[in-house]
C-alpha cells in the first residue's frame, strides 16, 4: 500500500489540478484535502474539497482536486504541495440543560437566545459522513447538518 501524496499537477483553464493518492482503505469514503502549493518565483494557491475517495481501474485510490492560483504559476519551475487528508464525518448536538435529553426536530426553526457562559451542545442528537454535496465549499449553507440521508437519528 503506497503512502498518500500528491502524484501530478497541471495547469489546466486557469486552475492547479492536483491528483492526490490515497490509502487503499480510504476508497468510498468522504475524504477533505486542504492545503496549498508554492513555488520560490512567488506562486500561490490554496485547496479545500470534500469528495468520495475513487478506487481507478489500475486499484489506485486517488482524488482530483482544483485550486485557483492568487498568485501565477511558472513553467520550468518546481512545485511544493502541503496536503491534508482526513476523513469527514459530522455530529450534530442539541443543547441539554442539567442533563435533560431534549427531543429532536430537524426541521425545527432555529431561535432561541445568546448563548450564556456555560452553554453546553451535549445531546448527540444525529451522527453521519459528510456527503460532498452537503459539505463543499459551493453548497456550502444550502444543506442543514442532520437534515439528509447521511445522517443516523438517535
Known amino acids: ?20 493518492e490515497l490509502d487503499e482503505y480510504l476508497a468510498g469514503e468522504s475524504v477533505e484535502i486542504s492545503g496549498y502549493a508554492t513555488q520560490n518565483s512567488g506562486g500561490f494557491a490554496t485547496f479545500n474539497d470534500i469528495q468520495i ?15 485557483t492560483p492568487s498568485e501565477q504559476f511558472k513553467s520550468g519551475e518546481d512545485i511544493t504541495v502541503s496536503a491534508r487528508a482526513s476523513r469527514v464525518w459530522v455530529t450534530v448536538l442539541t443543547e441539554s440543560p442539567d442533563g435533560d435529553i431534549p427531543n429532536y426536530h430537524p426541521m425545527s426553526p432555529s431561535g432561541g437566545t445568546t448563548a450564556q457562559e456555560g ?19 459551493s453548497s456550502a449553507g444550502k444543506t442543514s447538518a442532520g437534515s439528509d440521508s447521511n445522517f443516523q437519528n438517535k
Open 53 to 67: 475517495a475513487t478506487k481507478i481501474p489500475d486499484g489506485t485510490v486517488v482524488m482530483y482536486v482544483a485550486a
Open 119 to 137: 452553554t453546553a451542545w451535549n445531546s448527540v442528537t444525529a451522527v453521519g459522513w459528510a456527503a460532498p454535496a452537503s459539505l463543499s465549499s
Open 1 to 20: 500500500m503506497p503512502h498518500p501524496y500528491v502524484t501530478k499537477v497541471t495547469f489546466n483553464d486557469g486552475q492547479l489540478v492536483l491528483t492526490v
